[in-house]
Nanobody, 117 residues
């Protein structure tokens, strides 16, 4: 079982930047696919970014070009660098670990990101 703890959320003005971190502990981290999701009030949770065990990223169209996902396997940490933030990026952001078949293994507790206009 992988345990995940997110940090780095907060309040930022539109156009600003934040970097989220997700620290993992427990079973092997480097073999997991890591994903960032977000959930805004009254909306379904949506996939924002994915990074494979080999470091290949993928992004939702809504964040492409503005967000960057990365991982540091030596630190058992995955990051989400968010730039040019918009009010519609306001949500609770969750870190997720999955296996190679994309079966979810663990979720973090979430971190709030609020972007003011």
């Amino acid at each position: 079982q992988v345990q995940l703890v997110e940090s780095g959320g907060g309040l930022v003005q539109a156009g600003g930047s934040l970097r989220l971190s997700c620290a993992a502990s427990g079973r092997i981290f480097s073999s997991n696919v890591m994903r960032w999701y977000r959930q805004a009030p009254g909306k379904q949770r949506e996939l924002v970014a994915t990074i494979t065990s080999g470091g290949s990223p993928a992004y939702a169209d809504s964040v492409k070009g503005r967000f960057t996902i990365s991982r540091d396997n030596a630190k058992n940490t995955v990051y989400l660098q968010m730039s040019s933030l918009k009010p519609e990026d306001t949500a609770v952001y969750y870190c997720n670990a999955a296996n190679a078949l994309l079966v979810s293994l663990s979720w973090g507790q979430g971190t709030q990101v609020t972007v003011s206009s």
